[in-house]
């Protein structure tokens, strides 16, 4: 995947012999749509010292998400806009390559349990934003 991200403007996806996804690299790699694509583009996600549960249960004190975002280089965005929708979050890890002339980004959060996950409005700096929720966990220390 790296050299894709190095060498290549676009990319196609193949699944059976049928083309399932294709664009920019860095659209792709920023925000994949086809199940396939999200699975060979799954970034590592690093060890939560705390098992990660789908399902919430009492002693459950905080959601985990990961936030991938994209922006292109002659913008600049400031990665508190994001994170001020989450009061109290711990940032677990963040991540940031350079595809042509973008900024593609991840960081995974951890933030207090609360009723719904907060909406975010995409700032106008982004040129791609997904949200995921992973599931719960019990401490982050």
Do not use: N
């Not at 991200?5 to 676009?10: A, L, S, V």
């Not at 990319?11 to 749509?33: L, R, Y």
């Not at 399902?55 to 280089?73: M, P």
């Not at 951890?110 to 599931?135: D, F, N, R, V, W």
């Amino acid at each position: 995947m790296q050299v894709i991200k190095q060498i290549c403007d676009e990319v196609v996806v193949i699944d059976a012999g049928e083309i399932i996804e294709q664009g920019q690299v860095w659209q792709v790699f920023s925000s994949p749509q086809h199940q396939i694509t999200q699975e060979l583009l799954q970034r590592h996600t690093p060890q939560f010292h705390t098992t990660l549960s789908t399902s919430r249960l009492a002693q459950h004190r905080y959601h985990a998400l990961s936030i991938q975002y994209a922006h292109t280089k002659k913008q600049l965005f400031d990665i508190q806009t994001l994170l001020r929708a989450f009061p109290s979050a711990f940032l677990l890890h963040s991540q940031v390559d350079q595809i042509q002339q973008h900024h593609v980004g991840q960081l995974l959060i951890a933030y207090p349990i609360q009723p719904s996950t907060p909406q975010i409005t995409q700032p106008h700096s982004l040129c791609s934003l997904q949200i995921k929720e992973h599931g719960y966990v019990e401490s982050i220390i």
